[in-house]
T-cell receptor, first 113, second 115 residues
Framework: ETGVTQTPRHLVMGMTNKKSLKCEQH?????MYWYKQSAKKPLELMFV???????ENNSVPSRFSPECPNSSHLFLHLHTLQPEDSALYLC????????????FGPGTRLTVL | AQTVTQSQPEMSVQEAETVTLSCTYD???????LFWYKQPPSRQMILVIR??????QNATENRFSVNFQKAAKSFSLKISDSQLGDAAMYFC????????????FGQGTRLTINP
């Protein structure tokens, strides 16, 4: 396992539920990312945070709400999701300089019923 | 906008043989990085190899090497002496140094190793 952890690893929720995904990195990085990985589609970048500031919102619907309280933690708050939001959600971290080698967490497998 | 294309959705190779995964990209920039990431089944994505565009020498990491053709915008990954543990999804990715701090990924190639 790398220094990026994600919880929970699996999540099943109804369309009216509110849940949160958590990501934590222990690598001293200052950039954190949320990606969505759906079957047969490229990884989709959702959000980028550099030094706790959101620098990228890749046209993500408002039912996904990110939060980055510090450089080590990143959350993705979910509410009123749709079945098509079912996917693997990956968190990554990197140093905001140099080669931008990103270190990924194991992902949260989300199923929306 | 930069794009990355992996034209082989699936590849298979016999154990101990060599396999090459293809990747092409589109950019107007001259200074950037290219990566190959590996995602084993139900396991974390990890970096396999990295290439800096300003370096002409192809990167090598043990059994993994790349063929970087900058003018052709091609970045293939060669895996020598394939092992069962190499079975995974492989993603090619591009990062522009001066631009937004984000990777652009290809669609991925699923590699199967036949014993």
């Amino acid at each position: 396992e790398t220094g990026v952890t994600q919880t929970p690893r699996h999540l099943v929720m109804g369309m009216t539920n509110k849940k949160s995904l958590k990501c934590e990195q222990h690598l001293g990085h200052n950039a954190m990312y949320w990606y969505k990985q759906s079957a047969k589609k490229p990884l989709e970048l959702m959000f980028v945070y550099n030094f706790k500031e959101q620098t990228e919102n890749n046209s993500v619907p408002s039912r996904f709400s990110p939060e980055c309280p510090n450089s080590s933690h990143l959350f993705l708050h979910l509410h009123t999701l749709q079945p098509e939001d079912s996917a693997l959600y990956l968190c990554a971290s990197a140093t905001y300089s140099g080669s931008n080698e990103q270190f990924f967490g194991p992902g949260t497998r989300l199923t929306v019923l | 906008a930069q794009t990355v294309t992996q034209s082989q959705p699936e590849m298979s190779v016999q154990e101990a043989e060599t396999v090459t995964l293809s990747c092409t990209y589109d950019t107007s920039e001259s200074d950037y990085y290219l990566f190959w990431y590996k995602q084993p089944p139900s396991r974390q994505m990890i970096l396999v190899i990295r290439q800096e565009a300003y370096k002409q020498q192809n990167a090598t990491e043990n059994r993994f090497s790349v063929n970087f053709q900058k003018a052709a915008k091609s970045f293939s990954l060669k895996i020598s002496d394939s092992q069962l543990g190499d079975a995974a999804m492989y993603f090619c990715a591009y990062w522009f140094i001066q631009g937004a701090q984000k990777l652009v990924f290809g669609q991925g190639t699923r590699l199967t190793i036949n014993p």
